[in-house]
């Protein structure tokens, strides 16, 4: 099946601690992007990447990291400069700006 | 950057009932889309619809790009139709990403 995988489900991080979220994509799109959700809000952009080896800052960077070493891969790392890390976390993936987007399920990301 | 704003915020029908939800942006778009979240918080895709109407089923979407505002219309409600419904727009300068608003709150009681 063609889609966007993030893996895992559910993730608890203690304080202090960098932990890495997976998302993979085999629909052959070219721009993956990383939004974060609280509670009752909307998405918000962390980071994207238009093209392997590329990836540019959204409006919520700080605290984050991504790599983009293959097209299908987007992995991020939430670091421990993350002041507030617990939120859900979505992946996202499209062919070009003015094409359709589409999201994997989601990891949430407890600090304990 | 593009703002969004979606109306109601929340909404109570029952079962049956018809409704319209409103999304306003503040600048052109390119690019315009209507998600479903259920309940696991998987992001649904309901229209891809930068401009025109388009209808799937009990659903339907029309934007009025030169007004700035897209409306869903939800027909017939069911009580799996209930979660929340995001719009995104993007603007074709700038930087890329969609812009989500705070949703609309559906609940279909039965």
């Known amino acids: 099946d063609g889609g966007i995988t993030q893996s895992p489900k559910y993730l608890f991080r203690k304080e202090g601690q960098n932990v890495t979220l997976s998302c993979e994509q085999n629909?052959?799109?070219?721009?993956m992007y990383w939004y974060r959700q609280d509670p009752g809000q909307g998405l918000r952009l962390i980071y994207y990447?238009?093209?392997?080896?590329?990836?540019q800052k959204g409006d919520i960077a700080e605290g984050y990291s991504v790599s983009r070493e293959k097209k299908e891969s987007f992995p991020l790392t939430v670091t421990s400069a993350q002041k507030n890390p617990t939120a859900f976390y979505l992946c996202?993936?499209?062919?070009?700006?003015?094409?359709?987007?589409?999201f994997g399920q989601g990891t949430r990301l407890t600090v304990v | 950057g593009i703002q969004v704003e979606q109306s109601p915020p929340d909404l109570i029908l029952q079962e049956g009932a018809n409704s319209t939800l409103r999304c306003n942006f503040s600048?052109?778009?390119?690019?315009l889309q209507w998600f479903h979240q259920n309940p696991w918080g998987q992001l649904i895709n309901l229209f891809y619809?930068?401009?025109g109407t388009k209808q799937n089923g009990r659903l339907s979407a029309t934007t009025v790009a030169t007004e700035r505002y897209s409306l869903l219309y939800i027909s017939s409600s069911q009580t799996t139709d209930s979660g929340v419904y995001f719009c995104?727009?993007?603007?074709?300068?700038?930087?890329?990403?969609?812009?989500f608003g705070k949703g609309t709150h559906l609940i279909i009681q039965p």
């Open positions: 996202a993936s499209r062919m070009t700006r003015e094409t359709e987007a589409f």
């Open positions: 990447s238009q093209i392997v080896n590329d990836f």
């Open positions: 629909l052959n799109h070219d721009a």
């Open positions: 600048d052109s778009v390119n690019n």
């Open positions: 619809i930068p401009s």
């Open positions: 995104a727009v993007a603007s074709g300068g700038g930087a890329d990403g969609l812009t």
